[in-house]
């Protein structure tokens, strides 16, 4: 009782209340002054006029409570809240009708006059709020909510600018598939409205109150949607928590992005996803630094049928180059994004080259073919345990194939190279990212060495962590688990890492290449993605396992089995040693790390191919430890590669 009162009386009930019986006396005399004249109106004002005034104060105040038409938002006016208006003036002059005849016999009003003042009543209660709305928007679109028995009822939480599109994109013309039965919202002013005719019932505290009341009601929502596309990934993770608590699932309203021409879009909500649960904000970006460096160039891609690779080419296929090149060893990958690539941009002249960047001859007469003014290096052996126990091929691939493609690059006029590389190059433990660490030394040092060159060659190193869903992320293994119905494998309960939507790092990537295309940076630097905050996998898992409907450690168990040879509880993005600076680009930082001498650095890689065209990992690892060292001194799990080696 007291909730409702509470509602009914707010600031902003109030205000409208105060409003509607304004208008109240306004619209009794002023129905009066155009039904009989000026001098009718002077000739009744002395008898009738006060008491006429103040009853209609009242029962336009009696019945805009009883119609809640005081709850109704000003600036969403719709049909449902015009709808109420009616209910609300018919209501007021019914009870207006009885007192105008219990206290002067109603034999000063002509009847033609409660006509007219119904009228203008409805105008004057009505069209403030039409003005308000139009104010504010510039337009106005009443549409009403369809009711339906076969659709889903949901609880939208929030009642912003995305709740209202939402609601009023459920046209009764369409046949929608949601039925809103109540908002749930943070701010109090707004508490005991409605929008759109449905009630903002109150906040998250509150919830397991409202839901009780809505089941009682016959109206128990099956979804959570989330209206607000800026919610933090802290909040979402609190309203899965909650939506897990009560039986729930969460969604949310699509991004305009998600949005394509010809769909219904407003009644296709969009399940919560793994990368609006980051702990993150995406970084917004400004597309004009890539454009301007990769439109009317010639750009190949190495690595093109993989995560980052094709995801590269496509949002490199949309800023306009001359030519992009596609390059991978894996015949169905590389026919995949070609295939794709053609589809999306028909009249792009593309080139799809199969081949192994460890076959120097072969990569060095494509680029002489193709002569690419700039060349991203996404081409790697990445799966940290399976480069363990295989670190000449991780080798060949990642240090080999690099110094093969940035040498060809080079030799083939190239004007940038950029070099993609991983948090794991950083103090790396394990093989795979010590041959990482190497390439970016190799790349640093050709940086270095093509400085005095006229139009030499630019490299750029990019560092990044994990990206969601590519090959060798925890997310596809996850997946594959939960499908099975689980048990989900994590290795440690503290093992943290960094992630990334695979679109936001490609587009961070690029925005990089744009600022080592400007040949401003400093020779030898190296760029870092802002990942964020790092993630522990183990609330990763919980989070896929809530975002799957089911309930973690009950319907999902979670197994802890130990970190792999190599693997370290936590990732870093930089030396302790390198000086990070920010850039013009949000989201990308510069470090100014220590380099390695071209020829010291390239006498090591000679002897690391010796090693390896010989067969000998162990005098391959040996090598590469002396140019990371980091490798030597580490301890993962009590195993060393080199030990793993010899007994292979």
């Given at each position: ?51 006429a005034t103040i009853v209609m104060i009242v029962v336009v105040a009696i019945a805009s409570v009883i119609s809640r038409s005081n709850r109704t938002s000003w600036r969403y006016f719709s049909i449902p809240d015009v709808i109420a208006m009616v209910r609300m003036v018919t209501l007021a002059l019914l009870m207006f009708l009885p007192a105008s005849f219990l206290l002067w016999r109603a034999e000063s009003i002509p009847r033609a006059t409660y006509v007219v003042m119904w009228l203008v009543l409805f105008l004057l209660v009505a069209g403030p709020r039409v003005a308000y709305r139009l104010s504010r928007e510039g337009r106005l679109t009443l549409r009403p909510r369809p009711a339906g028995v076969s659709q889903i009822p949901v609880l939208l939480i929030g009642a912003g600018n995305e709740a209202e599109a939402f609601l009023r994109g459920l046209a009764p013309s369409r046949e929608v598939m949601y039925r809103p039965v109540g ?466």
């Amino acid at each position: 009782m007291l909730r409702a009162f509470g509602r009914a009386f707010s600031l902003r009930a109030i205000f409208s209340l105060s409003h509607d019986s304004l208008m109240g006396a306004v619209a009794i005399n002023l129905s009066l002054w155009l039904r009989l004249g000026w001098e009718g109106y002077s000739a009744i004002l002395p008898d009738v006029g006060a008491p006429a005034t103040i009853v209609m104060i009242v029962v336009v105040a009696i019945a805009s409570v009883i119609s809640r038409s005081n709850r109704t938002s000003w600036r969403y006016f719709s049909i449902p809240d015009v709808i109420a208006m009616v209910r609300m003036v018919t209501l007021a002059l019914l009870m207006f009708l009885p007192a105008s005849f219990l206290l002067w016999r109603a034999e000063s009003i002509p009847r033609a006059t409660y006509v007219v003042m119904w009228l203008v009543l409805f105008l004057l209660v009505a069209g403030p709020r039409v003005a308000y709305r139009l104010s504010r928007e510039g337009r106005l679109t009443l549409r009403p909510r369809p009711a339906g028995v076969s659709q889903i009822p949901v609880l939208l939480i929030g009642a912003g600018n995305e709740a209202e599109a939402f609601l009023r994109g459920l046209a009764p013309s369409r046949e929608v598939m949601y039925r809103p039965v109540g908002i749930i919202d943070e701010n109090g002013w707004r508490r005991g409205g409605t929008l759109h005719g449905v009630p903002i019932l109150g906040d998250l505290k509150a919830l397991p109150k409202i839901m009780e009341m809505l089941a009682r009601g016959g109206e128990t929502p099956r979804k959570l949607v989330v209206t607000d596309l800026h919610a933090p990934p802290e909040m979402l993770g609190h309203l899965l928590q909650l939506a897990e608590g009560l039986g729930l699932t969460l969604a949310r309203v699509p991004r305009s992005t998600e949005l394509q021409p010809g769909l219904e879009q407003r009644d296709a909500i969009k399940p919560v996803a793994l990368e609006d649960l980051l702990g993150r904000s995406q970084a917004v970006l400004d597309p004009s630094l890539p454009a301007s460096v990769i439109a009317d160039k010639c750009v190949l891609v190495t690595g093109a049928g993989g995560s980052i690779g094709s995801e590269l080419a496509r949002q490199i296929a949309a800023f306009g180059p001359r030519r992009l090149v596609l390059l991978d060893s894996s015949e169905f990958n590389l026919y995949s994004i070609d295939m794709e690539i053609s589809e999306r941009n028909p009249t792009l002249s593309r080139a799809a080259c199969l081949a192994d960047v460890r076959d120097r001859p072969r990569i060095l007469r494509v680029m002489e073919q193709e002569r690419p003014d700039i060349v991203f290096h996404a081409a790697a052996l990445k799966h940290v345990p399976m480069v363990e126990a295989h670190p000449v091929e991780g080798l060949l691939t990642n240090v080999i194939g690099t110094r093969n493609v940035a040498d060809a690059a080079v030799a083939a006029g190239a004007s940038e190279f950029v070099l993609i590389s991983t948090d794991k190059a950083v103090n790396a433990t394990n093989v795979m990212g010590a041959t990482k660490r190497c390439a970016e030394l190799y790349c640093q040092a050709m940086d270095v060495e093509g400085l005095d060159k006229p139009n030499g060659t630019r490299f750029a190193m990019v560092r990044f962590g994990n990206v969601l869903g590519s090959a060798g992320s925890v997310v596809p293994l996850f997946q594959r688990q939960l499908a099975a119905g689980g048990p989900i494998t994590v290795t440690h309960p503290d093992v943290k890492r960094f992630f990334m939507t695979i679109p936001e790092a490609v587009a961070l990537l690029l925005q990089a290449s744009g600022l080592s295309g400007s040949r401003r940076l400093p020779a030898g630097s190296i760029m870092v993605l802002d990942m964020g905050e790092p993630v522990k996998i183990v609330d990763l898992a919980r989070q896929m396992i809530r975002l799957a409907g089911l309930r973690p450690d009950v319907d999902v168990k979670i197994d802890f089995v130990g970190l792999r040879p190599g693997e370290k509880l936590f990732e870093e993005l930089f030396f302790a040693d390198e000086t990070l600076n920010p850039t013009a680009v949000p989201g990308v930082r510069l470090v100014e790390p220590n380099r390695m001498d071209y020829r010291e650095i390239t006498s090591h890689i000679v002897a690391l191919e010796r090693a390896c065209a010989s067969g000998d990992e162990v005098g391959a690892v040996a090598g590469l430890a002396k140019i990371v060292p980091a490798l030597g001194e580490r301890e993962a799990g009590g195993t060393d590669i080199r030990v793993v080696a010899a007994k292979a």
